[in-house]
């Protein structure tokens, strides 16, 4: 291993940013300093934007910085990814200032998905988003604080992945996105030991279920270098929020990285989640989410998993629930639960009552997006503890002027609140 090779593994595994400065030394002393000025520059413009608690009107000096930034970028980035790119079988893409007759193009067409804008929206995050072509396997990366960290591949596409370990060596991947196809070659180019580094993975299934599918994600889920991984997401894109087929959970709740997750996230509408919840393996599971049209009686399924006396964090947000669904939560014990994410669902004050019980031990509450009147919210308020709770949401909730004005005074930056009539 080189002592780049090294540098890029430490940032992998380390998101501290002293690695990722000790890195910028590094590449200012061996001629790279046009992104080491970069990686220090993305630094400062966060630092600063955090120190001034999140303004929505930049400062002038930190609006020069974030425009440094960006020319800097647009300039030389495509130079200093090219090589990256090239090693997952894909050109560098165009990062320039669009000309303005493209932009006109665009404006006329209605095509807006690759504005230029678009990659910055959360450069204060530290973050830039880079869109691929179409047909080509790299979909899509992130850069965070001056280097990739998050990667989105597809295995549909018609150019084959060339060497992912060489690229793992480039940049500190740790947070792999694969959109499944039926192309098991595809996989098998991608299936290599440095994929033991990775933090997070998240598989995307097509709407199509066949064979070639439950094949690809057998071998997905039973791999045998998902040693460091502990965050797994499944989502599917599924129009009317149909339910997922039963197969693709199947494959998922026999599968030995499982015992290694501590974050789970099921972007699929399957109404039967006993199979997975259920099984020992999971037992250590700190946060769990699910996305899509749930069925009467699954908070009783998630209630009862084996996950439950060590979860963290759960989020059940827009999962159209309905009904008196909330009291099998409260009515067993969740006694390492700190945040809970219920926004989206019907919701209303007799489900806020049934939840008092678990309101005491939290330190974030987003009920969002329901029908929660202020009856409701002093209940709430009223349960939770102040010596505890960092972040109490209730935006786009029919609350008058006057209990949101209270809640405001009693919790002050920490409660959230827009009201529906505004701009989310």
């Known amino acids: 291993m080189t002592e780049r090779e090294a540098f890029i593994e430490a940032i992998a595994a380390n998101p501290d940013d002293t690695v990722r400065l000790a890195f910028a030394d590094w590449l200012q002393e061996n001629g790279e300093e046009d992104r080491a000025e970069f990686v220090r520059m993305l630094h400062e413009l966060r630092a600063g934007w955090c120190e001034a608690k999140c303004p929505k009107q930049l400062p002038q000096s930190l609006q020069s910085l974030r425009n440094r930034v960006q020319e800097l970028f647009e300039s030389r980035g495509a130079i200093w990814l090219a090589s990256f790119y090239r090693a997952l079988g894909s050109e560098p893409p165009t990062l320039r200032q669009e000309r303005w007759s493209s932009r006109l193009w665009r404006r006329v067409t209605g095509n807006r998905s690759h504005q230029m804008g678009e990659k910055f929206s959360h450069l204060l995050f530290g973050c830039i988003r880079i869109e691929g072509r179409s047909d080509e396997p790299v979909e899509s990366l992130y850069l965070f604080n001056g280097f990739v960290s998050c990667l989105r591949v597809s295995l549909e596409s018609r150019l084959p992945i060339r060497d992912i370990t060489a690229a793992f060596r480039l940049e500190p991947v740790n947070d792999l996105r694969v959109t499944i196809a039926g192309n098991l070659d595809q996989w098998q180019r991608l299936n290599a030991p440095c994929l033991a580094r990775l933090r997070s993975l998240t598989i995307g299934v097509p709407n199509e279920h066949n064979q070639q599918i439950l094949e690809i994600l057998e071998n997905v889920f039973h791999g045998h270098h998902w040693s460091g991984l502990n965050e797994l997401t ?14 693709y959970i199947e494959q998922l709740a026999h599968s ?30 700190r946060t769990f989410s699910v996305w899509g049209r749930l069925m009467p009686g699954a908070t009783g399924v998630i209630a009862s998993a084996a996950f439950r006396p060590n979860l963290e ?33 019907e919701l209303t004050d007799t489900g806020v009552r049934s939840l008092l019980p678990l309101i005491p031990r939290l330190t974030d509450l987003s009920l969002c997006g329901s029908n929660i009147t202020d009856a409701g919210a002093l209940a709430l308020a009223d349960a939770i503890d102040p010596e505890k709770m960092e972040r109490f949401s209730l935006s786009y909730n029919p609350l008058s002027p006057e209990t949101v004005d209270a809640l405001r005074i009693r919790f002050g930056e920490r409660f959230h609140f827009t009201a529906s009539t505004e701009s989310p």
Request: charged share 20%; no cysteine; glycine share 6%.
């Open 234 to 247: 499944l989502e599917r894109s599924a129009p009317n929020f149909q339910p997922g087929p039963r197969e």
């Open 256 to 285: 030995p990285l499982l015992s290694n997750l501590h974050s789970l996230s099921l972007m699929v509408e399957q109404p039967d989640l006993h199979l997975l919840t259920h099984q020992p393996q999971i037992e250590n599971l």
């Open 313 to 345: 964090e759960l989020d059940l947000t827009q999962s159209y629930l309905e009904g008196d669904w909330t009291r099998a939560l409260a009515i067993v014990a969740w006694p390492k639960l700190r945040s809970l994410d219920l926004g989206g669902n």
